[in-house]
Nanobody
């Protein structure tokens, strides 16, 4: 089993920045994709960003809605961060740290996850 714990959520104003962090424990995740998904009120959970097991030397993936504003980084084999700039009210959601233990993220990654943390709330006021 993989346990994921997020931190860094909060209430900010439109245009502000925020950084989310996540630490994994339990089963090692060093060979797997790590990333983030989010769920806004009344909407389905959606993919936000992911980074391969190779970290800064590997592939990253972003949803079109956050590309150019969010940056994902893998600080160690078991930690991942999401730097969010130029936040918009539509970024308001519960953000979940996530892992896909079925893929390393270099080839054939389908932007899905099979483990999630408990989530952290991000609220962006206009």
């Amino acid at each position: 089993q993989v346990q994921l714990v997020e931190s860094g959520g909060g209430l900010v104003q439109a245009g502000d920045s925020l950084t989310l962090s996540c630490a994994a424990s339990g089963r090692t995740v060093g060979n797997f994709v790590m990333g983030w998904s989010r769920q806004a009120p009344g909407k389905e959970r959606e993919f936000v960003a992911a980074i391969s097991w190779r970290g800064q030397f590997g592939r990253t993936y972003y949803a079109d809605s956050v590309k150019g504003r969010f940056t994902i980084s893998r600080d160690s084999a078991n930690t991942v961060s999401l730097q969010m700039n130029s936040l918009k009210p539509e970024d308001t959601a519960v953000y979940y740290c996530a892992v896909d233990s079925r893929n390393g993220g270099e080839t054939g990654y389908s932007r899905t996850f099979n483990y999630w943390g408990q989530g952290t709330q991000v609220t962006v006021s206009s």
